[in-house]
């Protein structure tokens, strides 16, 4: 038993290469999300919306759902390491386009670009730690890739968001851009040349999302992610205006939300550990109840301030559990997908992204920011009965459900 244990640890290169690749994630979390701290100086500085500019938040997020399934389809079929240097490459000129931008056209020009190849780094990385992990690290080390978005806004996004403070918003994207660089120089060293190539066709893998279990499951990160989005889109006007936080503390509370956020990583993993599907449909009630609990707590900036940080423990607490969730129904029902599943995840939150910032759009112009509280526990709760639905078919089905758990630790 003891030689088991000591065949999968993690050597030297595998542990380089996870740090690779969850600084990869890193970076483009810091490139997503950071414009959420700088939304009202890119409306004042373009003289737009701040609704309009709310769409450069939800507009990266549709084309990262869009692309990323059908260019991951398309390029699996392409050698790893060259693809990931290429895409890398692309995503350093896509953030010093969007760092030279004096327009809204050119901005979101850049943000799309940016948005695919991001998307498709996050399902290759995905992939490759597959590949390259022991068979009882892949979660641990999927987990931690997927860490790197969380990390990123504990750090990346309030130092961004300062910078962009203190100079300007232009600034952050050239920040951004550096990191793409070390990310580059660190990928040309550390990414194994030799990668195995996905032998289905694009269409056989695209397949995978007429299968109506998929679909459902695929639609749970997206309800939840919605309804926390609807509400962190709006962020930084709600803490001004909506709580009468001075600009000043803006960076420190988004460092503080993304802390709180790191313990949504830690619950994920509690969650994930045993039968994590059955779990998530009470784990986005009490997600309805901390998000419904803001329409009545942001006219204080102290209680206001604990149900946006609740918010951020539960943001990320389904990652784990539907990440090997999806990957594992695709070995069921199309074994030859079960890469491409790996992109799902993050599309699926990409679309959720894109729905809550619709819908606080929406709300804002129609109504106020406390209505964004309503709106968002709506969408948790839809999330809820989507995870208890899929749950019951899993039991129905007992032998799909024991195919699916028994090959996901869960």
Not at 166 to 195: C, D, E, H, Y
Not at 294 to 320: D, H, Q, R
Not at 353 to 358: E, K, S, V
Request: aromatic share 10%.
């Amino acid at each position: 038993m003891t030689t088991d244990v000591k065949k999968e640890r993690l050597n030297t290169k595998q542990k380089v290469l996870a740090f690779t690749l969850t600084l990869l994630t890193f970076v483009m979390g810091t490139s997503e999300f950071v414009i959420v701290g700088l939304l009202t100086e890119v409306s004042s500085d373009l003289q737009i919306s701040l609704a309009t500019a709310g769409t450069l938040v939800s507009g990266f997020a549709i084309a990262y759902a869009i692309g990323t399934p059908l260019l991951t389809a398309f390029v699996s079929r392409f050698p790893k390491y060259p693809l990931m240097l290429t895409l890398i490459s692309l995503f350093i000129i896509g953030n010093v386009i969007s760092a030279l931008s004096g327009s809204y056209e050119l901005l979101i020009f850049s943000r799309i670009i940016t948005a695919v190849v991001s998307g498709v780094l996050v399902a290759l990385s995905m992939s490759i730690a597959s590949d390259i992990m022991p068979e009882n690290k892949k979660g641990p080390i999927i987990a931690l890739i997927f860490a790197g978005f969380t990390i990123s806004n504990v750090i990346g996004v309030p130092l961004g968001t300062l910078i962009g403070q203190l100079g300007n918003w232009q600034l952050t994207f050239w920040f951004t851009t550096a990191l793409g660089v070390i990310s580059l120089v660190m990928s040309i060293f550390i990414l194994p040349r030799k990668l195995k190539v996905a032998k289905a066709s694009a269409k056989e893998q695209l397949a995978l999302l007429s299968n109506p279990r998929m679909i459902l499951a695929f639609f749970i990160p997206t309800f939840s992610i919605a309804g926390t989005y609807t509400i962190y889109t709006y962020i930084t006007p709600i803490l001004e205006e909506g709580m009468g936080v001075s600009k000043s503390y803006v960076s420190a509370i988004l460092l503080a939300y993304g802390a709180f956020s790191i313990l949504s990583n830690v619950l994920a993993g509690k969650i994930a550990s045993q039968n994590g599907i059955s779990k998530l449909r009470f784990v986005f009630f009490v997600q309805a109840l901390i998000l419904g609990s803001l329409y009545f707590t942001m006219e204080s900036t102290f209680m206001g301030l604990i149900s946006l940080m609740l918010m951020a423990v539960m943001i990320y607490a389904m990652n784990a559990t539907i990440q090997l969730y999806l990957m594992n129904l695709a070995v069921v029902y199309f074994p030859s997908a079960k890469d491409f599943a790996s992109s799902l995840t993050p599309v699926a939150v990409n679309i959720g992204i894109a729905l809550g910032a619709t819908l606080g759009g929406y709300t804002v112009a129609n109504g106020s920011y406390a209505d964004l509280a309503w709106v968002g526990g709506l969408c948790a709760l839809a999330a809820s009965g989507l995870a208890y639905a899929s749950y019951r078919l899993d039991r129905k089905n007992s032998y799909s459900h024991a195919e699916v758990y028994e090959g996901s630790d869960l």
